[in-house]
């Protein structure tokens, strides 16, 4: 007789437990076909992948701005920043709050990039839905059921974070908890999951095999977060480039340049990297050289 386990999925199982966004049930998808989803300017699973670059946590307006300012001209697509911030100790840091949703708006519309924050709790998703451009959802989040519907409610778009110790089935479970609520705009991040040897040169282990197996899987794009997935600021442009040449459809990446008082971020610092090395790493995502160019602040395709 075998042994049944209750609960155990696998990619099988995918049909029955994602109908909405399996590969599979939608064969309108061709192979290698996938969903756009567009954030403003910005089309992932597009032409060109999508580099979204900001602070881990807004700060101040003046750092925010600041930043927002050099990831632009580096050749970023959107800005990231942590208005609510799910922190280890309830002592550290917690973000400003909406203080930090109006930083981030002003920074947004100043520069012209939209912007991306997450949302930790139910009861904000209204609130940070009138701010952001698209609401994420972060990786201690990935399997909050009630969150997801109610991001998904939202009509924005959704950008997904892997649960750090989620497999492929269950983060494609919680991608399908959004879109059935009406909501197909969801983009998947790959943030690095724990896995020996956590913690010891780096801080998660950047699964770059799950790129590939999400695609095949799935029709919605799926980009990479080097910057929580190493924990390391002189890591990350390697993970990077692994993670554009794996066929990851953008990156999400942490960023800071120094401003007067805040000579280190709050949170995250070993991780942020300078905004030049930001700007090697959009030239290289967008494969400039090679039909691109970066002209008045955007990526542009030569036919
Ligand atoms: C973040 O992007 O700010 C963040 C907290 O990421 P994660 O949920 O992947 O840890
Ligand atoms: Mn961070």
Known sequence: MTMRIAGKVGLD???RICPLISRQNNPKFKAGESLVVEVGPAKFGGELPVVI???CAVESEQQTLQIARSVKSAGADMLRGGAFKPRTSPHDFQGL???GLKILRAAANETRLPVVTEVIDVRL???????ADMLQIGSRNMQNFPLLVEAGRSGKPILLKRGMAASLVEWLGAAEYIANEGNLNIVLCERGIKAYPYYEYSRY???????????AETFLPVIVDP???????SMVEQASRAAIEAGADGLIIEVFSGCAGAERPKCDADQAIDPFTLSRI?????????????VAGRWFRCA
């Open 13 to 15: 199982d995918l049909p």
């Open 53 to 55: 670059a900001g602070p």
């Open 97 to 99: 709050g909406l203080e």
């Open 125 to 131: 998703v209204e609130t940070v839905a009138q701010y």
């Open 205 to 215: 282990t950047l699964d770059l095999n799950v790129i590939p197996a999400a695609h």
């Open 227 to 233: 910057s929580h997935a190493t924990g390391v600021a």
């Open 282 to 294: 959009a030239r290289h995502a967008h494969r400039e050289g090679n039909g691109t160019v970066f």
